[in-house]
Structures are given as C-alpha cells and as structure tokens.
C-alpha cells in the first residue's frame, strides 16, 4: 500500500514541477539560465521537488538512504509542504488569478500534493517515535532558504514571493515576516509532534 500510495504522489509532483518549469521557460522575461535559478528560487518548487525526490527513493527502496526511514523524516517533508499549502490559500491566492494549464499546475503544486502528501503522513509515519527536540533540525532548510533567497534577492533583484521583497517592503519589515514565517514552522511541527502523539495513543 505504501509503494502505492509513494507510486503515485511521485508521479504527480514530478509531473507538477516539471510542467511549472516547462511553462516559466514559455513565459520567461530572462534568460534560460537567470529563469532556471530564479525557478529554484520558489520554496514551492523545492519543497515539491523534496517530495518528489522523496517518495521516489521510497519507491525504489534506496537502502543506501536510511534517513528515509528515520522517523521524523516524513513529518518533516509534511511541515513543508503544508506550509507551501497555507502560505499560498491564504497569501498568495488573493492576488493571483492564474488560467488553464497554470491553473491545473497550481493546484497540484499548492493543494493536491499538500493533501496528498497529509494522507500519507498519517498513513506511515512513525509517530511514537516522533520529539519536540527534532524541530531544530527540520529549521535548517527554511532557515538556509530565508537567507539564500534575501542574499540572492540583494544581489540579483528578484524576490520570489512578495512578502520577502526588500525592495518594495524594506528590510526591517522583511525580517519581521521571516520570524513570522519561523515561527509558523516551529508551530506546525510542534502541531503535528502533538497530533501523532494523540494518534499513537488511540
């Protein structure tokens, strides 16, 4: 059931990058390089392609990778990813109205796999054995993508989401909304510790 299940969601997330990527090529205002680090720059397309990358190893049973199997693992790939699902439902969908392919490819990326990606969390996780003393480490990657997306932002004058825009909001502002955005993480995987913890007990 879990091959499945990792099958599937695999399939759907590579398909959903790679066509996001395919269609910011079609649409691009730089060139092929500058659009390539500028599409990698999106925590939606990395987180995404975490997935992808993730359930793929489940798939092809990669032994060699055993913190596949670490549990914590998987619940931190779901904080991720259910990050990208709120921050787009109640951020980003209010202003921005994407059509036909776009619009399929969006919902894949932001609402589809977040779901999809929930399911199985609640499905295969080894929540007895998940701690409060994990959530430092799942930080590392937000906090890594904070600041490479500020430095990259001050060097190249592309900011990925409007919340983090310097130009527009100021850096003071910046940092309040990256402490925000921290502090969202902390509590989401504090949430889902304290939900598995209530699941294992049933």
């Given at each position: 059931?879990?091959?499945?299940?990792?099958?599937?969601?695999?399939?759907?997330?590579?398909?959903?990058?790679?066509?996001?990527?395919?269609?910011?090529?079609?649409?691009?205002?730089?060139?092929?390089?500058?659009?390539t680090?500028?599409?990698?720059?999106?925590?939606?397309?990395?987180?995404?392609?975490?997935?992808?990358?993730?359930?793929?190893?489940?798939?092809?049973?990669?032994?060699?990778?055993?913190?596949?199997?670490?549990?914590?693992?998987?619940?931190?790939?779901?904080?991720?990813?259910?990050?990208?699902?709120?921050?787009?439902?109640?951020?980003?969908?209010?202003?921005?109205?994407?059509?036909?392919v776009?619009?399929?490819?969006?919902?894949l990326?932001?609402?589809?796999?977040?779901?999809?990606?929930?399911?199985?969390?609640?499905?295969?996780?080894?929540?007895?054995?998940?701690?409060?003393?994990?959530?430092p480490?799942?930080?590392?990657?937000?906090?890594?993508?904070?600041?490479?997306?500020?430095?990259?932002?001050?060097?190249?004058?592309?900011?990925?989401?409007?919340?983090?825009?310097?130009?527009?909001?100021?850096?003071?502002?910046?940092?309040?909304?990256?402490?925000?955005?921290?502090?969202?993480?902390?509590?989401m995987?504090?949430?889902?510790?304290?939900?598995?913890?209530?699941?294992?007990?049933?």
């Amino acid at each position: 059931m879990r091959k499945k299940w990792s099958t599937f969601l695999a399939v759907l997330a590579w398909v959903a990058v790679l066509t996001q990527y395919f269609l910011m090529l079609e649409n691009r205002v730089a060139s092929v390089g500058e659009t390539t680090i500028r599409f990698f720059s999106f925590f939606t397309i990395l987180t995404n392609s975490l997935v992808a990358i993730y359930f793929t190893m489940i798939v092809l049973r990669h032994k060699k990778l055993s913190i596949l199997s670490k549990p914590g693992t998987l619940t931190a790939v779901t904080v991720y990813i259910t990050i990208v699902g709120l921050v787009y439902q109640i951020v980003l969908r209010p202003v921005w109205e994407p059509t036909g392919v776009q619009l399929v490819v969006d919902e894949l990326l932001h609402s589809l796999i977040p779901i999809v990606v929930i399911v199985c969390w609640y499905l295969f996780e080894d929540k007895s054995q998940l701690a409060y003393r994990q959530i430092p480490k799942w930080l590392i990657y937000p906090l890594v993508y904070l600041v490479y997306i500020l430095i990259r932002g001050d060097s190249a004058g592309f900011y990925p989401y409007p919340f983090v825009d310097v130009e527009s909001l100021g850096l003071s502002t910046v940092l309040m909304n990256a402490v925000g955005l921290i502090i969202l993480f902390v509590g989401m995987s504090a949430l889902y510790i304290k939900v598995g913890r209530v699941i294992t007990k049933k």
